[in-house]
C-alpha cells in the first residue's frame, strides 16, 4: 500500500514543500508520496478527517489553517497549547496529534546555518498570525532581550503580547510609521506576513517604507519565493544582513518528516535540491 502525507493549505499550488519531502521519502526508500491539498474553508474538517484513513502518514498545515484545525485533533504537543498553531499533524492510529515545528525550525536555521545570537536581542516581529506566535515563542524561549510586536490589526497583536507576556519581555507598537520611528534600537526584525511573496495580493512589496529598510541590520523573511524578496533586497543594498526563509522551510520539513517516520532528513539534500528549483 502506498501511503499518503501532504500539505493543507488554500492557495498553496505553488508550495515547494513536496519537492524537499518526496526527496525525503525516496532517500529512505519509504513507499509514500507527499502531496500539495489544497483546501477551500469548507471542505477544511472533511480533509482533517481523511488524516485518520491508515494509509496516511499525516500532513503540513500552511496558511491560512494553522490554528483553525485545532479543535479536529485529539492531542496536542505542550508546545502547540502554548503558541496556539499546528503546522505538523501525525496520524496516530487514527488518531491526530498536533505539533508545530516552525519554532524549533527557525531556532536552528537562524541560530546554527546563520550563526546569529538570540541571547540579549532586542527583535521586532513584523505579523501576529501563526507563524509569528510560533517565532515569537521560540525567541522568548531563547533569552531574547525583548520583542514588539506590529500589526496592522493592533488587537491581535496585543492577544500575542498578553499570550506570551509570562514568558519575557514583549509589547506591542503602532503600525502607523511615521518619518521619526527609529528602527536602529532593533537588532533582528522578523517578517511573519505575506508581504513580497509571489503569487499573493502583496507580490513585489515591502513590510516597512523605504525610510526605515535602511535601519535594519538583520532582517529575516519568512518569505521565501522569490529567494531574493523585496525587503531581501533592499536591506542588502543598503548594507544590511538580509535572509530568506528557505533555511526555515527546510529545517521545519525536516522536523515534521521525522515526527512521521522516525527517521532523519536529508537536510543537506534538501538544499541541494531547493537550490537548483528557486
Request: net charge neutral; charged share 20%.
Amino acid at each position: 500500500m502506498k501511503l499518503q502525507v501532504g500539505i493543507i493549505g488554500n492557495s498553496i499550488k505553488h508550495s515547494l514543500s513536496p519537492i524537499i519531502q518526496n526527496l525525503a521519502l525516496k532517500t529512505h526508500n519509504i513507499n509514500a508520496n507527499y502531496e500539495i491539498w489544497d483546501t477551500p474553508l469548507p471542505e477544511l474538517k472533511n480533509r482533517i478527517d481523511l488524516l485518520k484513513q491508515d494509509k496516511v502518514l499525516g500532513a503540513n498545515v500552511t496558511i491560512p489553517y494553522k490554528e483553525q484545525v485545532i479543535p479536529w485533533l485529539d492531542s496536542l504537543s505542550d508546545e502547540v497549547k502554548t503558541i496556539g498553531a499546528v503546522n505538523t499533524i501525525i496520524n496516530r492510529e487514527g488518531q491526530l496529534h498536533g505539533e508545530n515545528t516552525d519554532s524549533s525550525g527557525f531556532i536552528k536555521d537562524l541560530t546554527d546555518r546563520h550563526n546569529i545570537s538570540i541571547t540579549n536581542k532586542n527583535i521586532l516581529v513584523l505579523g501576529a498570525g501563526g507563524s509569528s506566535k510560533a517565532i515569537i515563542y521560540g525567541l522568548l524561549k531563547n533569552n531574547c532581550q525583548s520583542i514588539t510586536i506590529i500589526n496592522r490589526t493592533q488587537d491581535k497583536a496585543e492577544d500575542i503580547v498578553n499570550k506570551f507576556s509570562h514568558l519575557g519581555n514583549i509589547k506591542t507598537i503602532s503600525s502607523k510609521f511615521d518619518q521619526t520611528e527609529n528602527f536602529s534600537k532593533f537588532d533582528i526584525i522578523i517578517n511573519c506576513t505575506s508581504f513580497g511573496m509571489k503569487h499573493s495580493e502583496l507580490e513585489g512589496k515591502l513590510p516597512l517604507p523605504q525610510h526605515l529598510v535602511k535601519q535594519c541590520r538583520i532582517f529575516y523573511d519568512l518569505v521565501y519565493n522569490p529567494p531574493i524578496t523585496p525587503i531581501v533586497s533592499e536591506v542588502q543594498k543598503y548594507g544590511g544582513i538580509g535572509i530568506n526563509g528557505i533555511g526555515m522551510l527546510i529545517e521545519q520539513a525536516g522536523l515534521s518528516f521525522k515526527l512521521w517516520t522516525g527517521l532523519e532528513a536529508p537536510i543537506d539534500s534538501m538544499y541541494s535540491v531547493l537550490s537548483k528549483k528557486t
